[in-house]
């Protein structure tokens, strides 16, 4: 599974954005994907995860009111709905897929989890 996260930006602090993450290959749609965010400062950060439906999903507390993950697999991409922006919300964002489902959030948050992982997209929030 090849991924691709795009649609980051340079937004203010308040505004929405959202990332796209398209998947390609075999089994492309047969796989649970999450989101991470990488600064400096945190190597990979848990964003989130959506399960191969779609049916459920996983939040890191941070982001859990503010942000969203949905997917469209006849179109084979992933979103990340990001609302009410936050400076501290600034990173490269980063898609990844796994075979794994848990409905343990501190397991899908496991950047060794994720077999499958595609380049970032950055997004800069101003305060």
């Known amino acids: 599974v090849q991924l691709q996260a795009s649609g980051g930006g340079l937004v203010q602090a308040g505004a929405s954005l959202r990332l796209s993450c398209a998947a390609s290959?075999?089994?492309?749609?047969?796989?649970?994907v999450g989101w991470f965010r990488q600064t400096p400062e945190k190597e990979y950060e848990f964003v989130g995860a959506?399960?191969?439906?779609?049916?459920?999903?996983q939040y890191e507390d941070s982001v859990k009111a503010r942000f969203m993950i949905s997917r469209d697999n006849a179109q084979n991409t992933v979103y990340l709905q990001m609302n009410a922006l936050k400076p501290e919300d600034t990173a490269v964002y980063l898609c990844?897929?796994?075979?794994?489902?848990?409905?343990?959030?501190?397991?899908?948050?496991?950047?060794?989890?994720?077999?499958?992982r595609g380049q970032g997209t950055q997004v800069t929030v101003s305060s």
């Open positions: 990844a897929a796994t075979s794994v489902w848990s409905s343990s959030a501190r397991t899908m948050a496991t950047w060794g989890l994720y077999d499958h």
């Open positions: 290959g075999p089994s492309s749609s047969d796989v649970a």
């Open positions: 959506i399960s191969r439906g779609g049916g459920r999903t």
